[in-house]
């Protein structure tokens, strides 16, 4: 596939808008204006969402852009939420006796960060990973990370101080959130996630309430969508067990992805594949039922 010289250029354009953005949330957190603060780290992250399958769409892939990408997630997704954590604590609270504990603990976020994108790039070098690995990160990705930190200034902005505000709390909130992202829980991917045709029409149908929503409570949605990504996270552990102890579901996953490559319409689940129940008869005649797998050519295939 050739691609147009100028056109390669889009993939790290966007990243650089999302570096951009992240940063400009440290001059609104500067002025007071937190809302605004949020809104540029969320525009940062659905641009770093973009510039992955912009560079993959264009066949524009190149170390550059990776490192780029990198250096833009450590900066707008770690270094500028720990700053505007510490703007928003030092404006709330009287932080002048407890100064160690908000910057230590902003520290801590930020170079959970740095540690989550090195452990990322180390990974994309590893020679022999498990087949269904690639449907899922370790620890939660830097993008949501940094909107899960900015949980108490979302409460703080919609309803008024609270618990939510005293600096222990938001401490240790910080540190939490620094932590899922250098821990070991896997989460899915949301590339791997494959809608049956039959949910594509309900879900549209949700996705415009959303937007709705979003626009008319921003706030409120946002924490609901948080929380819905928190609560996935067992889910995705119970998964990522299961899969590790069933190998016979790992030639299933690389045929799938091998269809998709080849452009081959494939319809898939992320259910655990389901037991079958064979009914049978004794040699006395009396009927009898038990378990058995699917077949493993259809496993995980629906």
Known sequence: MTTVPGVRFLPNAITALALSTGLTSVVFASQGKWMFAMLAIAAATVLDSLDGPAARLLNSSSRVGAELDSLSDLSAFGICPAILLFFWESAVNDISQDLWLVWGSCLVYAVCTALRLARFNSL?????????????????????????????IMLYVQFGEGFYTVKWVVALWT???GLLMVSRLPTIALKSVRVPPRLIVPLLILLVFGVVALLFAPRITALIGLAIYLAHVPYASYRYRYLSKHPELWEVGADRRSRRASGRRIRLSVRVPRRARVAG????????????RQPRSRRGLR
């Not at 590893?126 to 939660?140: L, S």
């Open 281 to 292: 008869r004794l040699p006395d005649g009396t009927p009898v039922s038990r378990r058995a």
């Open 175 to 177: 540190i939490f959130c």
């Open 124 to 152: 994309l070098d590893e020679e022999n990973p498990k087949p269904f690995a690639k449907d899922f990160f370790t620890g939660i990705p830097s993008p949501p990370g940094a909107l899960l930190a900015m949980v108490p």
